[in-house]
């Protein structure tokens, strides 16, 4: 795990997002991973802006999504897929035919499951995943559980994960299940970014870095991953 703190959101941006523009340049066909949250925003900003400027092109990239909601229409201000779509996908060149989301709507979701781990492979698999995390050590939606999981799996969302995303629905109730990539399908990528930032996150990262490798808190699953690049600011590396 290469740890990196620094000092403002903006410069992990740059740093996290130089890793993905470089990557995509050298390998414009590359399968990228992406999460959603605020931590990845400044991350997005990088690569939009440098998409803007000509300096690389995402048209031949495929993109996998972690994790989708159940039970919200795809084209809800809070799914995840608007969520890449405002924030990122629709401000740089990547083909809609290239975007895949998990169906949080799928009647099966262990059809769904077995879809998404399908196109992951005829992909070529996940190149480079981005991680953030939850104030729980959740990654994606893994929630901590009694044993690690592996392919994508439909999840009850623990009350933590619900209090900290209800606030931005005003207009439905926050959907009580997700569909999320396993642990044993984010730990298949070949690199993970992962992004931490905030005081909140400071238990989490202590945990997932220090702590013992437990599916109490999922994150700390990284320790066993070769190739993990850790960007951190000073308040979420507080306890380390
Ligand atoms: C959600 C997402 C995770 C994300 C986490 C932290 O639970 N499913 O992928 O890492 O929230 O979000 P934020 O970056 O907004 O703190």
Redesign the pocket.
């Known amino acids: 795990m290469d740890v990196f703190i620094l000092d403002t959101k903006e410069e992990i941006g740059q740093k996290a997002g130089k890793i993905y523009v470089d990557f995509v340049k050298a390998k414009p066909n590359a399968v990228m991973g992406f999460?959603?949250?605020?931590?990845?925003i400044p991350t997005y900003n990088y690569m939009a802006e440098e998409c803007a400027k000509g300096n690389v092109s995402f048209s031949q990239m495929t993109t996998f999504n972690?994790?989708e909601y159940c039970d919200l229409p795809k084209e809800h201000k809070n799914s995840?897929y608007m969520f890449m779509m405002d924030n990122l996908f629709s401000k740089i060149d990547v083909k809609p035919e290239n975007i895949n989301f998990l169906d949080g709507n799928a009647p099966d979701w262990q059809a769904e499951s077995k879809r998404y781990a399908d196109a992951i492979i005829n992909a070529g698999g996940i190149d480079v995943q981005f991680?953030?995390?939850?104030?729980n050590g959740?990654?994606?939606?893994n929630e901590p559980a009694e044993e690690f999981t592996d392919e994508a799996f439909k999840v009850k969302l623990t009350d933590s994960?619900i209090e900290?995303?209800s606030i931005y629905f005003d207009d439905i109730a926050m959907p009580r299940y997700?569909m999320?990539m396993g642990i044993g399908s984010i730990m298949r990528a070949k690199k993970i970014v992962f992004v931490a930032t905030?005081k909140?996150?400071a238990e989490a990262v202590k945990e997932m870095i220090k702590g013992e490798v437990t599916p109490h808190c999922p994150a700390s699953i990284l320790q066993k991953h070769n190739d993990v690049t850790v960007f951190l600011d000073k308040d979420a590396a507080s306890l380390l």
Do not use: C
């Open positions: 999460a959603t949250g605020i931590t990845p972690l994790d995840f991680l953030g995390i939850g104030r959740h990654i994606g939606f994960t900290a995303n997700a999320t905030g909140a996150k």
